[in-house]
């Protein structure tokens, strides 16, 4: 399996806690920046998505922290997506500082939202499959 699709931030100051470390919202923020790049990437834009009639939605979402991020730290944010059968996928993502230190695991369940039903739609990876210019990016 080829590696992740991954995006580089740079942790700033305004970002943090009083205790000098990354907020834990703003963690939630870096995993969607990842998320997004990755649909540019591959050629899905919220255009490209809204005329198609849907939208991504978060369903469920987890994260494990594991080592503090401070003001400067520069970190690397990877996007993997798995795919079973049904109305879901999961996002598997990493924050990795620079330096390899795992700084936090983000573990999130969405779906495709058919914008004028307000249903999930039945088979996501088939509209994915059909925006993408580099479906390779979902893993399929």
Known sequence: MSEPFSVRVTVRGYETDVQGHLNQAVYINYAEHARWSLLRAAGISQARLVGRGV?????ETTIRYRRELLAGDEADVTCAFEWGGGKTFRMVQ???????????????VGGLLDLEARK?????????????????LFGF
């Open 120 to 136: 999930l739609v039945a088979d996501p990876r088939t509209i994915f499959k059909e925006l993408a210019s580099d479906p390779e």
């Open 55 to 59: 939208g991504p939605v978060a369903l």
């Open 94 to 108: 990493k924050i990795t500082k620079a330096d390899g230190t795992l700084a936090a695991e983000v573990e999130a």
